[in-house]
Nanobody, 115 residues
Framework: QVQLVESGGGLVQAGEPLRLACAAS????????MDWCRQTPGKQRELVAR???????SYADSVKGRFTISRDNAKGTVYLQVNSLKPDDTAVYYC?????????WGQGIQVTVSS
């Protein structure tokens, strides 16, 4: 059974940093592409960061230079370091694992940025 469990969210003030983590089980983590997506009510879901099994990363323009995605294959965990948070970053953040063409989603974690 595949499980993705996000942690590290919460309420923070604008400008403060935060680190999200997603612990994966039930998959061969080292060959998975891992994404962080976010969604705000009334807006489309947005892919904010991706890291491939080889370690290549990509980011949405809205977060470039502020967010950093990384992975620890030994721990089966993907991280999202978020710096210089803005109120517009308020959303539910989801961890997504892609392997063999199948996407697995975490339950999501709320990040709220106060101004």
């Amino acid at each position: 059974q595949v499980q993705l469990v996000e942690s590290g969210g919460g309420l923070v003030q604008a400008g403060e940093p935060l680190r999200l983590a997603c612990a994966a089980s039930g998959i061969i983590f080292r060959i998975s592409t891992m994404d962080w997506c976010r969604q705000t009510p009334g807006k489309q879901r947005e892919l904010v960061a991706r890291i491939t099994s080889g370690g290549s990363t990509s980011y949405a323009d809205s977060v470039k230079g502020r967010f950093t995605i990384s992975r620890d294959n030994a721990k089966g965990t993907v991280y999202l370091q978020v710096n210089s948070l803005k109120p517009d970053d308020t959303a539910v953040y989801y961890c997504v694992a892609r392997i063999n063409g199948v996407d697995y989603w975490g339950q999501g974690i709320q990040v709220t940025v106060s101004s």
